[in-house]
């Protein structure tokens, strides 16, 4: 089954207006990070949150945290057409285990 | 921050031939990395966990004799591809972690895209 999956899909948006991702997950986690890909590249690494964190920021980005929900979410404000990628979350299963990617967000950020 | 190199970017290759993508971390040691294979517009799926000095451990379902790994020093891995066919063609990206735990951060190639004629 699938450790972490986002939602939505796919997001289109203005530059300027904020963007939400989120990500679920199924099993208890040491921590959750998020990566960004543009289309034919590598992945680039975003943030990473603990699970004794609830909320993280780094520039634009503000990510959050729910335990209890196993839940994150992703939120990117005041968004640029250069924002534009695939970005993905990961997981971890236990500690020291191998990171599980999510299925992905396609964010498209119209200029 | 830590810098992968992947090589080639893409590669184009007749069914039954053999393709080498190599994988090298340019700023630090790499006792670990990790191989995937991404189709479009989806996810990542690891094939294999290559370890300095020692077997590559495979995930269920990969074939260790189609996708050898070798990683003969702390600053380089790579994936053969031996016997190329079209449904190979693929993205295949390679990631390392700085500081060897599988679950920290990590640092990506930029990919190799290869395409089976």
């Known amino acids: ?50 699970s004794n964190e609830r909320e993280k920021h780094s520039g634009r980005l503000r990510v959050t945290l729910d335990t209890s929900k196993k839940s994150s979410s992703l939120l990117i404000t005041a968004s640029r057409a250069a924002d534009t990628a695939s970005y993905f979350c ?21 200029p | 921050g ?20 190599e994988c090298r971390s340019l700023d630090f040691q ?8 991404q189709f479009p517009k989806q996810s990542l799926m690891l094939m294999a966990t290559s370890n300095e000095g020692s077997k590559a451990t495979y995930e269920q379902g990969v074939e260790k004799d189609k996708f050898l790994i070798n990683h003969a ?22 990631s390392a972690p700085r500081t060897g735990r599988f679950n920290e951060k990590l640092f990506f190639g930029s990919g190799t895209q290869l395409s089976v004629l």
């Open chain 1, 1 to 50: 089954s699938q450790q972490g999956e986002e939602d939505p899909q796919a997001l289109s948006i203005q530059e300027g207006e904020n963007a939400t991702m989120n990500c679920s997950y199924k099993t208890s986690i040491n921590n959750l990070q998020w990566y960004r890909q543009n289309s034919g590249r590598g992945l680039v690494h975003l943030i990473l949150i603990r």
């Open chain 1, 90 to 110: 990961a997981t971890d299963r236990a500690s020291g285990s191998r990171l599980t990617f999510g299925e992905g967000t396609q964010l498209t950020v119209n």
């Open chain 2, 2 to 21: 830590a810098v992968v190199s992947q090589h080639p970017s893409w590669v184009i290759c007749k069914s039954g031939t053999s393709v080498k993508i």
């Open chain 2, 30 to 37: 790499a006792t670990t990395m990790f191989w995937y294979r």
């Open chain 2, 73 to 94: 020093s702390l600053t380089l891995s790579t994936l053969t591809v031996t016997s190329a066919h079209p449904e190979d063609s693929s993205f295949y990206i390679c």
